[in-house]
C-alpha cells in the first residue's frame, strides 16, 4: 500500500466506493504522471480531509472532491470546501510542488460555478478539464498581490522592483 508523506501530513489511501465509476471514467489524466484515488491525510494520526483524487505531473498537482449528487455537493459547506483547499496547498507544499489546484466535481451539475473561491465543475466537463494552477508559496502569493497593487497605483519604479524580486525567487524555486 502506497503511503505519502508531507510533513505533518501522511496520504494514505482509503476504500473506494462503487458510486465513483462514473468519475474514473470522466477524469482526465493525459496531462499528468500519476493518480491516487481515495486519499486521507492524516495529521498526528487522525483523519482531518480526504480527497477522491490526487493527480500529479513534475510541476504540479490536484486535489478533487467528487460529489455524485447535487444534493450532496449543496449539503458541503462553503467553509469545508476551503478547509479542503487550504489543507491541499499545505499538502502539496509539503510535497514539493510550486504549483497545485483543488477542484470540486459534481455528478448531474448542469453547468460549472465557485464554492469557497473553488472552481466546481459537472462530471461531464471533466474529460476536457485543463487545470489552472496556482502558486503554493505564500510568498510568491503575496509577491503577486503587491505588483497587482502598485501596478494599479501607478508606482511604475517599485513594481520594476518587485519583478525582480519575484524574478530571483523564481531562480531560486527551479
Known amino acids: 500500500m502506497i503511503e505519502l508523506s508531507s510533513d505533518p501530513y501522511v496520504l494514505k489511501p482509503r476504500t473506494s466506493p462503487l458510486s465513483e465509476a462514473d468519475f474514473r471514467l470522466h477524469l482526465n489524466i493525459n496531462w499528468c504522471r500519476g493518480v491516487l484515488f481515495n486519499v486521507v ?31 450532496a455537493y449543496k449539503s458541503l459547506s462553503s467553509r469545508r470546501v476551503q478547509q479542503m483547499n487550504a489543507y491541499a496547498k499545505n499538502i502539496a507544499r509539503g510535497l514539493g510542488y510550486k504549483n497545485y489546484v483543488f477542484m470540486v466535481v459534481v455528478k448531474g451539475l448542469e453547468e460549472a460555478t465557485n464554492k469557497g473561491g473553488v472552481e466546481v465543475i459537472p462530471l461531464y466537463a471533466l474529460g476536457n ?24 497605483e501607478g508606482r511604475e519604479d517599485f513594481v520594476k522592483e518587485l519583478d525582480k524580486l519575484k524574478k530571483i525567487f523564481e531562480m531560486e524555486m527551479a
Do not use: C
Not at 487522525?46 to 500529479?56: K, S
Open 41 to 71: 491525510a492524516l495529521k498526528n494520526s487522525v483523519a482531518i480531509v480526504e480527497y477522491d483524487a490526487l493527480l500529479w505531473s513534475d510541476e504540479a498537482v490536484m486535489f478533487v472532491e467528487y460529489k455524485d449528487s447535487v444534493a
Open 129 to 152: 478539464y485543463q487545470p489552472a494552477f496556482t502558486s503554493s508559496i505564500a510568498e510568491m502569493e503575496y509577491l503577486n498581490k503587491m505588483i497587482a497593487k502598485h501596478t494599479r
